[in-house]
């Protein structure tokens, strides 16, 4: 059973501060990982995804992957009520055949 | 340019009861992927259909069933629907890289 595991939170971080949001996975052969973000009553909206070892910056998101360690990170800069959401981790194990698991998500609630 | 559409947003059936759930991909996308998602479990990918082919599946029982049009639209069908089936159901388009999804069809089993 291939799994993804994240943290449920709630994560609760002061307005302008950092955030940091982890997952781990366990079929070593995955190829591409995403981070969703989804806001309560709504579907998940794609924020990054990262395919390499090292870390890929979009604006005040980086994502981090160590494939080695099994790991990817988000980290939220600056952070704003409006980052206010569940994030959720997803781990194409799948290849070509799209494939994606997702992990359960992590409450972040940022506080003014 | 017109993001994933599903049509219904709401349903509400009874124990027993058969749905079609119906998806409208992003024009120029020909991956559709359906997904379930419940409080308990999370986000479960059901299946992925590409040109008209299912092309991966989950881990759903066969009462969990899904086509593809050759205009890319496509339906997801749950025949003899039970108390546990209450879930939002999404459905997401992709390229290469990136998926979308649509606003989710909300079905109440009843």
């Known amino acids: 059973q291939k799994e993804v595991e994240q943290n449920s939170g709630p994560l609760s971080v002061p307005e302008g501060a950092i955030a940091s949001l982890n997952c781990t996975y366990s079929?070593?052969?995955?190829?591409?990982f995403f981070w969703y973000r989804q806001y309560s009553g709504k579907s998940p909206e794609l924020i990054m995804f990262i395919y390499s070892n090292g870390d890929k910056e979009d604006g005040r998101f980086t994502a981090q992957l160590n494939k080695a360690s099994q790991y990817v990170s988000l980290l939220i800069r600056d952070s704003q009520p409006s980052d206010s959401a569940t994030y959720l981790c997803?781990?194409?194990?799948?290849?070509?055949?799209?494939?994606?698991?997702f992990g359960k998500g992590t409450l972040l609630t940022v506080n003014p | 340019k017109a993001g994933v559409t599903q049509t219904p947003r709401y349903l509400i059936k009874t124990r027993g009861q058969q749905v079609t759930l119906s998806c409208s991909p992003i024009?120029?996308?020909?991956?559709v992927s359906w997904y379930q998602q419940t409080p308990g479990q999370g986000l479960q990918f059901l299946f992925e259909?590409?040109?008209?082919?299912?092309?991966n599946k989950g881990n759903f029982p066969g009462r969990f069933s899904g086509r593809q049009f050759s205009n890319s639209r496509s339906e997801m069908n749950v025949s003899t629907l039970e108390l546990g089936d209450s879930a939002l159901y999404l459905c997401?388009?992709?390229?290469?890289?990136?998926?979308?999804f649509g606003p989710g069809t909300r079905l109440t089993v009843l």
């Open positions: 259909y590409f040109s008209e082919t299912q092309r």
């Open positions: 079929d070593r052969g995955s190829q591409s």
């Open positions: 997803a781990v194409n194990s799948g290849g070509s055949n799209y494939k994606l698991t």
């Open positions: 997401a388009s992709k390229t290469t890289d990136e998926q979308f």
């Open positions: 024009s120029g996308h020909r991956s």
